[in-house]
T-cell receptor, first 113, second 113 residues
Framework: EAQVTQNPRYLITVTGKKLTVTCSQNMNHEYMSWYRQDPGLGLRQIYYSMNVEVTDKGDVPEGYKVSRKEKRNFPLILESPSPNQTSLYFC????????????FGSGTRLTVV | GENVEQHPSTLSVQEGDSAVIKCTYSDSASNYFPWYKQELGKRPQLIIDIRSNVGEKKDQRIAVTLNKTAKHFSLHITETQPEDSAVYFCAATPVTGGFKTIFGAGTRLFVKA
C-alpha cells in the first residue's frame, strides 16, 4: 500500500530535550515536506526537500532541522524544543514539483511542556 | 510575503444546499491550486485541483473555478451531504522557485441534516 508513515503519533516532551519525528514514504517520491498545523493558521510549511541532499526552508523553519540522506526518509529534528512548537505536524510527499497528488502522513501531535 | 486568504472561516448549510469557499492568493507566479479536505482527527486529503491554464474543473458534486486576473479561486460543493462536513483548505503553489506550498487558514463546513 502506498503510504507516508510518521512516528510517533503522539509525543509529550520537556523544553530543551532533543527529539526526532520520523517520516518515510514507499512511493519513490522525490518531493517531501514538513508542515505544522495550528488552529486558525492552516498548514504552514517548515522545510521541504526536492531530492536526496537537497533541502530548503519553508515559511516557518526556525527551531527545526531536517535531513534527506535517503530518498524515502525525511526526519524532522527539534534540537531544543520550546512550548511554542507544540503543534500537529504532518509530513507529505509528492512525485510532482507542484505538489500534485500530495500524500500526507497520519500526523504527529507534539506537546512541549 | 506570499499568502493565501480563505473565506469564510466557518460555513453552515442545510443538507442538499450548495457551499462555496473562496480563496485569494498574492503570488502571481502560482499556477497550481489544490483543495484538501480534512476530517476530524485525520490527515488532509486532496479532493480536487486546478492548474492556471484551466478556468474550471468539475468532479461529480465538487468543482473549482479560477480567475487568474483577479488571483482568486473557489470551491463549489453542490447537493451537500452530512459526510461533506469537514475542514477544507485551499493552497497555492508556484511551479518555479522551489517546492513551496502556501495554504489558506481553512474553512470548517457544517452540513446539517
Amino acid at each position: 500500500e502506498a503510504q507516508v508513515t510518521q512516528n510517533p503519533r503522539y509525543l509529550i516532551t520537556v523544553t530543551g530535550k532533543k527529539l526526532t519525528v520520523t517520516c518515510s514514504q514507499n512511493m519513490n517520491h522525490e518531493y517531501m515536506s514538513w508542515y505544522r498545523q495550528d488552529p486558525g493558521l492552516g498548514l504552514r510549511q517548515i522545510y521541504y526537500s526536492m531530492n536526496v541532499e537537497v533541502t530548503d526552508k519553508g515559511d516557518v523553519p526556525e527551531g527545526y532541522k531536517v535531513s534527506r540522506k535517503e530518498k524515502r526518509n525525511f526526519p524532522l529534528i527539534l534540537e531544543s524544543p520550546s512550548p511554542n512548537q507544540t503543534s500537529l505536524y504532518f509530513c507529505a510527499s509528492s512525485s510532482d514539483r507542484s505538489g500534485k497528488g500530495n500524500t500526507f502522513g497520519s500526523g504527529t501531535r507534539l506537546t512541549v511542556v | 510575503g506570499e499568502n493565501v486568504e480563505q473565506h469564510p472561516s466557518t460555513l453552515s448549510v442545510q443538507e442538499g444546499d450548495s457551499a462555496v469557499i473562496k480563496c485569494t492568493y498574492s503570488d502571481s507566479a502560482s499556477n497550481y491550486f489544490p483543495w484538501y479536505k480534512q476530517e476530524l482527527g485525520k490527515r488532509p486529503q486532496l479532493i480536487i485541483d486546478i492548474r492556471s491554464n484551466v478556468g474550471e474543473k468539475k468532479d461529480q458534486r465538487i468543482a473549482v473555478t479560477l480567475n487568474k486576473t483577479a488571483k482568486h479561486f473557489s470551491l463549489h460543493i453542490t447537493e451537500t451531504q452530512p459526510e461533506d462536513s469537514a475542514v477544507y483548505f485551499c493552497a497555492a503553489t508556484p511551479v518555479t522557485g522551489g517546492f513551496k506550498t502556501i495554504f489558506g487558514a481553512g474553512t470548517r463546513l457544517f452540513v446539517k441534516a
